[in-house]
């Protein structure tokens, strides 16, 4: 019975249910092929069907490590063996209100992440998995540019604004940058990548850091600014939030040169 796990030694001495059998199966710790191999042999048409999807999980599992590999072959692509490369991206260019967000991350050469991708495409809940994951191993820089400075000098060269101080926030300098469709003024190798978050793994870590550090920050402008909801909408224009504009006018924390608040204000 050494081969067996504790919990594994009574599911093949005694059947275990099909409820305990899908507990197990589906449990956080991956059971050992020996278990595995047992229930192959079960009869049981539950315990069949629980197999099946149990490889197809596998099979997804395998899937999206094999896509997280591929993106970090592809950050290295572009550089030579062993450098430090920051993948740099923002986020909140389209919003009413608030700051234009970037961030800056440098993965850790063994790190892996299966499932990390362009933040838009994550839940919350993978968002906030996947940030906590990468801050507690990786270098992470952060950068914003404020709306009054989006107003002063346009969301463009806010963003590169942005992005300029995130890479001057990490905390170790980066021997290559790779960027999000954008070229900075920065005396460090670069390589912009249209759709990068989707293509590149260090980039798409900066867009999740990114993403959680302005929604993160828009919660807490909420809470001086409860009327326009930006724990809801991030300072997007919805229903809601052009109707508070209609009531309450701009808050500090508007961009005044956008064109639904220059309507506003005209």
């Known amino acids: 019975m ?3 796990k504790k919990k594994e030694v009574k599911a093949v001495e005694k059947r275990l249910s099909i409820a305990e059998v899908k507990a197990h199966l589906f449990a956080e710790k991956q ?3 020996n278990w595995i191999n047992e229930l192959r042999a079960d009869e049981r048409k539950g315990v069949r069907n629980l197999l099946v999807r149990y490889d197809r999980m596998l099979e997804r599992e395998a899937l999206a490590l094999q896509q997280f590999r591929n993106m970090r072959a592809h950050d290295h ?5 062993d450098a430090q ?3 740099v991206d923002e986020v909140g260019r389209g919003p009413l209100a608030g700051p234009v967000t970037a961030a800056a991350v440098i993965l850790p050469a063994s790190f892996e992440l299966p499932g990390l991708t362009d ?3 994550l839940t919350a809940d993978q968002r906030e998995q996947f940030y906590e994951k990468i801050t507690a191993v990786g270098d992470v820089g952060i950068g914003m540019a404020s709306s009054e400075e989006i107003d002063e000098i346009n969301i463009y060269h806010a963003t590169r604004r942005a992005m300029v101080r995130a890479v001057n926030d990490l905390p170790k300098p980066p021997d290559h940058l790779l960027i999000d469709a954008m070229e900075l003024s920065l005396d460090v190798p670069q390589t912009p990548i249209i759709k990068g978050d989707a293509k ?3 980039i798409a870590a900066a867009s999740v850091i990114a993403k959680v550090t302005r929604d993160t920050y828009m919660k807490t402008l909420h809470e001086h600014y409860p009327a326009y909801r930006f724990d809801e909408n991030a300072g997007y224009g ?3 939030h052009l109707g508070a504009l209609d009531r309450e006018g701009p808050s500090p924390e508007h961009r005044r040169s956008f064109q639904p608040i220059i309507i506003r204000e005209a």
């Open 2 to 4: 050494g081969r067996y």
């Open 31 to 33: 059971p050992s092929d």
């Open 77 to 81: 692509h572009f550089s030579f063996p």
């Open 85 to 87: 490369i920051a993948g």
């Open 119 to 121: 933040s838009k495409k």
């Open 200 to 202: 590149s793994a260090s």
């Open 238 to 240: 919805t229903k809601a």
